[in-house]
């Protein structure tokens, strides 16, 4: 009986296929990122404004979703009435976890985006400067906002909103407490305030104290932001080790261990019911806080106030920038200079900003939880957004443009300085729970963070 | 003759024509992800522009990182909370069920699937408020017992038990059911012999469902095994790896990379992550084999 042996493949064969493979393998890893060319000059794209008298068509805009595009949604209607012939797609996207693949792959590259200013130093290399586009505009914008869009001599992002710091204050414990708001002008001040406080109502820990790594980095670089300096200068070289940073962090250090701070992270329940229980009434943060008093916090709704913040010494700044926003147009976009048409209405034309922050929709009284940071859109004797109730009909427009005037001038945020928050958002924390001095904190996150993200840029 | 060669030609091209769309997928989201990965792995490319041939300094520097050990070191220790408890857990879980005198069985088969099959962060919102420091439930029943508030998301020594928690009442269900198709497999005689020579149900359990159901196991373990060391959303929709990187797990710390756009690093990341998977795996099938 003839027994069947499994076929061997014939050498010929084998080595055809191997060969195969072979190619396979070349022409696949041919593909991706060239190594060792040249890389992409960013200094030819400057994006040009269309020189075209009715220009027409098609925009693809992302936003994030929640309020904002429901706001920017309500506006398009308003930039169809001067552009009629440009169509608007406008995508709630989340940006974060989207636009840096896009970009990557430059599939579907959207023409617009809103992105965070932190974000925007990272992805420059893939946006159109617009320089020359905001020319007609830069010296009417906030400075600041400028500087924290700036690369190399170029503006990538077109700057949006202006987030003053502001001290938010339950007033009506505060009188309760025989405490004057009004004679707080520095941050002893601010100290010596919480301490009369808690005497008037024992337990209380009266000042926020940001337990989120990220949020708490963000704060810490609004105090720096007061102080005219932050975690890198505008070359890029790290200066966290300075006595402005030994300054701020003594001050939470030591409303830490006086007792005289509520640690929690941004409106999580422990913060909701400690704001609302009168214990802690003292909120320095973002003109943006503005949303928890009118959405978050019923019980003490009408009992909240603003007021610029404490300076670090006397006649020092009262303000300090806190996160913000701009829009950026991709290189790849394909109506990129349409875009810009679209962002110049909303930003520097009068019915545009006015569609924004005014009066809509989504906010009958106006958009108040920042203020434009294009100077004739923030005009203090024109408000665009009413008093708010649950300010006690407090004019926030008044307070908040103010203080944007305090903010210093600014340098670019550094493109790694969202992953600095293992380091000196984490170090921040561990002080706060007593296991590292100011010193320690400022020498560990230098040292951390030169190691791991500036080397390794 | 012509006829003969062609229907010959025909049947030795049909194999690879059967073959060919798996080859073309393998090809396209298997072979080229992972050679292209490999390269990426020896540049500093950060998405745009040319990359730079960097050699061995993303490995070498991961190496000598201490986040990377860390990473490593919490999800290790995530897995000797995890596999453990969840193993004998779902056992358990998986006798009672199998058991065909149990009432409402088919209720709760579904009962422990629910949670496997509910979206983690609707889960993860819940688990922030139920276990927040100063207002949660779970601080709120302690009180009550007179004991102390307990940082569980926000302090070192207990986010790691609190992450291992939620992934255990989230992902036994789908162990329970693996454990079931064991025990359905398992031949009733073998069983009835035991009861006849006198075997109580905790001596059927120890000497004959866990022997019989030992490849079962072994398959669970290294599923979990892999989800663990590979595990990013728990810790990212609840403790963003915190506090202090006590849940950076290996998955998440890997992810930092990317979000930094340090692509280079990123890959050289998951090819030491697939090593040392690989090498967990191994060890666990070699303890199969040297029982078989």
């Given amino acids: 009986m003839q027994q069947h042996q499994p076929r061997r493949p014939a050498p010929i064969r084998r080595v055809l296929v191997l060969g195969l493979a072979a190619s396979l393998v070349l022409g696949v890893t041919a593909c991706g990122p060239s190594i060792n060319e040249p890389s992409a000059d960013a200094d030819g794209a400057r994006l040009q404004a269309p020189s075209d008298k009715s220009p027409s068509g098609e925009i693809t805009i992302w936003d994030r979703s929640g309020d904002l595009f429901e706001v920017f949604d309500a506006a398009i209607a308003d930039f169809n009435e001067v552009y009629p012939d440009i169509t608007v797609n406008h995508e709630a996207v989340d940006i974060d976890a989207k636009l840096q693949n896009t970009l990557i792959t430059g599939t579907d590259v959207p023409d617009g985006v809103f992105l965070d200013d932190a974000k925007v130093a990272g992805l420059a290399d893939s946006l159109w400067d617009v320089s020359d586009v905001l020319a007609p505009y830069v010296d009417d914008i906030a400075e600041q906002k400028i500087d924290v869009n700036s690369i190399n001599g170029g503006v990538y992002g077109v700057p949006y909103d202006s987030n003053p710091g502001l001290l938010y204050y339950n007033a009506a414990a505060l009188e309760a407490a025989g ?17 009369e406080y808690q005497a008037a109502v024992p337990g209380s820990q009266p000042i926020h104290l940001e337990q989120s790594a990220y949020l708490g980095q963000l704060q810490l670089e609004m105090y720096a932001s007061q102080l005219g300096t932050s975690v890198a200068d505008a070359e890029g070289e790290l200066r966290l080790d300075s006595p402005e940073y030994e300054q701020i962090l003594t001050f939470l250090d030591t409303v830490q261990k006086d007792g005289l701070g509520t640690r929690a992270e941004y409106l999580n329940p422990t913060d909701i019911a400690q704001l609302e229980s009168g214990s802690q009434v003292f909120y320095p943060w973002a003109i943006w806080f503005s949303f928890a008093t009118q959405q978050l916090l019923p019980e003490t709704a009408g009992d909240w106030r603003a007021m610029p913040l404490p300076a670090w010494e006397d006649g020092g700044a009262q303000s300090g920038a806190m996160g913000g926003s701009s829009f950026v147009l991709p ?3 394909e109506n990129s200079e349409l875009a810009w048409l679209f962002y110049e209405f909303l930003m520097f034309d009068e019915a545009g900003y006015t569609a924004v922050w005014g009066p809509n929709d989504v906010y009958p009284a106006g958009l108040n939880t920042s203020i434009p940071s294009y100077g004739p859109a923030a005009d203090p004797a024109a408000p665009l957004f009413g008093p708010v109730p649950e300010l006690g009909n407090q004019d926030l427009w008044a307070v908040a443009t103010a203080a944007s005037s305090e903010i210093p001038p600014a340098v670019p945020t550094p493109s790694w300085w969202a992953g600095a928050v293992d380091y000196l958002g984490n170090n921040l924390q561990r002080m706060l729970d007593g296991e590292m001095t100011p010193q320690e904190v400022l020498k560990t996150s230098s040292t951390d963070i030169t190691s791991n993200l500036i080397d390794r840029q | 003759m012509t006829a003969l060669t062609s229907a010959r030609t025909k049947r030795r091209i049909a194999p690879y024509l059967f073959v060919a769309p798996f080859v073309a997928v393998f090809l396209a989201f298997s072979i080229y992800p992972l050679i292209f990965t490999a390269r990426l792995s020896f540049t500093n490319w950060r998405g745009f522009g040319a990359a730079e041939w960097v050699g061995w300094d993303n490995y070498t520097y991961l190496l000598g990182n201490a986040g990377f050990w860390s990473s490593l070191g919490n999800s290790s220790v995530l897995w000797m909370l995890i596999i453990p408890v969840q193993l004998v857990l779902a056992l358990l879980a998986a006798v009672l069920l199998n058991n065909s005198k149990l009432r409402l069985r088919g209720f709760y088969r579904v009962a422990f699937i629910v949670p496997f099959v509910t979206p983690l962060v609707a889960i993860a919102q819940i688990w922030v408020v139920v276990f927040d420091q100063n207002y949660g439930a779970v601080n709120g029943l302690l009180n009550i017992i007179g004991l102390p508030d307990v940082g569980w998301l926000t302090t070192s020594e207990w986010s790691k038990p609190t992450l291992a928690l939620l992934f255990i009442w989230k992902t ?14 398992i031949d009733a005689s073998v069983y009835e012999a035991a009861s006849l020579d006198g075997a109580s149900p905790a001596r059927k359990l120890w000497s004959m469902t866990v022997p019989l159901l030992r490849r079962t196991i072994m398959f669970a373990v290294i599923l979990q095994t892999l989800a663990v060391f590979q595990m990013f959303a728990e ?9 202090y990187g006590s ?15 340090d692509l280079g690093t990123g890959a050289a990341n998951s090819f030491l992550l697939v090593i040392i998977v690989m090498a967990l795996s191994l060890v666990f099938v070699r303890l199969l084999r040297a029982k078989d």
């Fill in chain 2, 247 to 261: 849940t950076t797990t290996a998955g998440y710390y890997l992810y930092n990379h990317i979000t930094r756009a």
């Fill in chain 2, 172 to 185: 036994t269900g789908f162990i329970v059911l693996i454990l079931l198709s064991g025990l359905q497999s």
């Fill in chain 1, 331 to 333: 290189r790849d976009g």
């Fill in chain 1, 179 to 195: 405490v004057d708001p009004t004679q707080i002008e520095t941050y002893d001040d601010l100290l010596e305030a919480a301490r």
């Fill in chain 2, 235 to 243: 810790p990212f929709v609840v403790t963003q790896g915190g506090p």
